[in-house]
């Protein structure tokens, strides 16, 4: 991976190069993952005149959580505790003779961007943006293969829970169990806080578990991810408790079930990221329910559970073959419950099948 690590360092060198800055302080986590291999806490990664430093507060623990530094990068780690990595690394580049430093502002703090002044002030700082956050849009196979495999493990885990006896549970309980689960299968954890509602709950985008209890006839929509190898996937289903299920819940089901799939089969490379949220939001829309829809209808999933590409009606830029977004409708009708499904897929060519489900466990309504 070696060579991976040094040529999206590269890639990023030249942009930083393009704008006029001799080298770049990169400081938010999932960037310093994505160029170093790992990104211990707080650990900043210089993108030098002369070399590429990783620069620590304390040496990287090497556990999955963290990755391991790229063999071919310098670790730095601070002579002593509580100072400020990125503040550092500015100083370092000062020393190695550069006259400008690209940052990242968006992640900076006005305290932290302080700091870097006052130990480099003759260093010109400029705005890296989201260059980082670009490069991050299209993955390589192995990228792509920690989500599956993360998918995979996410499947496993809810399938698992499916089997058992979910009357009288509480949603705190299943979604704990469920996180346990995705351990047990060998995530690193979960790749966010699991969402399990129940009964008035269920279909609540961003709904945290409470101690309501499961009971016969409810909607129960789970929403749950694996991260594996820094990688986060996510998956959304809902089921029917304990009975077959109402005439309303078949009919929102299903209008949910049709949107999800209009957005899946909109995505091919060339397609407006806007394109793919209307496809779906037009099948909500046209049942009805137009009115208190979520802002948007997918996202990329990556190092982080919600980056680039937002799949909204705002939303500029076309997708390209190789990134992993969700495609996530859902309707939640207030004091009676709601449906959400959600999936993760890669976008490819239909001469390469089309879009790659890699979240497989059924979305057929099934009474438990």
């Given at each position: 991976?070696s060579e991976?690590?040094?040529?999206?360092?590269?890639?990023?060198?030249?942009?930083?190069n393009?704008?006029?800055?001799?080298?770049?302080?990169v400081?938010?986590p999932?960037?310093?993952?994505?160029?170093?291999?790992?990104?211990?806490?707080?650990a900043?990664?210089?993108l030098?005149?002369?070399?590429?430093?990783?620069?620590?507060?304390?040496?990287?623990?090497?556990?999955?959580?963290?990755?391991?530094?790229?063999?071919s990068?310098?670790?730095?780690?601070l002579?002593r505790p509580?100072?400020?990595?990125?503040?550092?690394?500015?100083?370092m580049a000062?020393?190695?003779g550069?006259?400008?430093l690209a940052?990242?502002?968006?992640h900076?703090?006005?305290?932290?961007?302080?700091a870097?002044?006052?130990?480099?002030p003759?260093?010109?700082?400029?705005?890296?943006?989201?260059?980082?956050?670009?490069l991050r849009?299209?993955?390589d196979?192995?990228?792509i293969?920690?989500?599956?495999?993360?998918?995979e493990?996410t499947?496993?885990a809810?399938?698992e829970?499916?089997?058992?006896?979910?009357?009288?549970?509480?949603e705190?309980?299943?979604?704990l169990?469920?996180?346990?689960?995705l351990?047990?299968?060998?995530?690193d954890g979960?790749a966010?806080?699991?969402?399990?509602?129940?009964?008035p709950?269920?279909?609540r985008?961003?709904?945290l578990?409470?101690?309501?209890r499961v009971?016969e006839g409810?909607f129960l929509?789970v929403?749950?991810?694996?991260?594996?190898?820094?990688?986060?996937?996510?998956i959304?289903r809902?089921f029917v408790?304990?009975?077959?299920?109402?005439?309303w819940?078949?009919?929102?089901?299903?209008?949910?079930?049709?949107?999800q799939?209009?957005?899946?089969?909109?995505?091919?490379?060339?397609?407006?990221?806007r394109a793919v949220?209307?496809?779906?939001?037009q099948?909500?829309?046209?049942?009805?329910?137009?009115?208190g829809?979520?802002?948007l209808?997918?996202?990329g999933?990556?190092l982080e559970?919600?980056?680039d590409?937002?799949?909204a009606?705002?939303?500029?830029?076309?997708?390209?073959?190789c990134?992993?977004v969700?495609?996530?409708?859902?309707v939640h009708?207030?004091g009676r419950g709601?449906?959400?499904?959600?999936?993760t897929?890669?976008?490819r060519?239909?001469a390469?099948?089309?879009?790659?489900?890699?979240?497989?466990t059924?979305k057929?309504?099934?009474?438990?």
């Amino acid at each position: 991976m070696s060579e991976v690590y040094a040529a999206r360092r590269e890639r990023l060198r030249k942009c930083c190069n393009t704008s006029g800055s001799a080298a770049a302080l990169v400081t938010r986590p999932a960037n310093v993952r994505y160029l170093a291999g790992a990104a211990p806490h707080g650990a900043a990664l210089l993108l030098g005149k002369t070399e590429d430093v990783l620069v620590c507060g304390a040496p990287p623990s090497g556990e999955a959580g963290e990755g391991r530094p790229d063999e071919s990068l310098r670790v730095q780690v601070l002579p002593r505790p509580g100072g400020d990595p990125g503040v550092a690394a500015a100083d370092m580049a000062a020393a190695m003779g550069a006259e400008s430093l690209a940052v990242e502002e968006h992640h900076l703090t006005v305290a932290r961007h302080r700091a870097i002044r006052s130990v480099a002030p003759r260093l010109r700082l400029a705005d890296l943006g989201g260059a980082v956050e670009q490069l991050r849009v299209i993955k390589d196979e192995e990228e792509i293969s920690c989500l599956r495999i993360g998918a995979e493990i996410t499947d496993q885990a809810l399938g698992e829970l499916l089997e058992s006896i979910l009357v009288g549970r509480t949603e705190r309980h299943l979604a704990l169990e469920l996180e346990r689960r995705l351990v047990d299968h060998g995530a690193d954890g979960p790749a966010f806080t699991t969402s399990v509602g129940t009964g008035p709950n269920s279909g609540r985008p961003g709904h945290l578990p409470t101690d309501r209890r499961v009971e016969e006839g409810d909607f129960l929509s789970v929403c749950l991810g694996a991260t594996y190898r820094g990688y986060r996937c996510e998956i959304g289903r809902t089921f029917v408790i304990g009975t077959s299920p109402a005439d309303w819940q078949i009919e929102l089901y299903d209008l949910v079930f049709a949107a999800q799939r209009a957005g899946r089969e909109a995505l091919v490379p060339g397609a407006a990221y806007r394109a793919v949220d209307r496809a779906a939001r037009q099948v909500l829309d046209s049942g009805g329910y137009g009115d208190g829809l979520p802002m948007l209808m997918g996202h990329g999933v990556g190092l982080e559970i919600d980056e680039d590409p937002q799949l909204a009606p705002a939303a500029m830029g076309k997708l390209d073959a190789c990134v992993p977004v969700t495609v996530e409708p859902g309707v939640h009708l207030p004091g009676r419950g709601g449906v959400r499904i959600d999936d993760t897929l890669v976008v490819r060519p239909e001469a390469d099948g089309g879009p790659e489900l890699l979240t497989i466990t059924t979305k057929e309504l099934l009474a438990l």
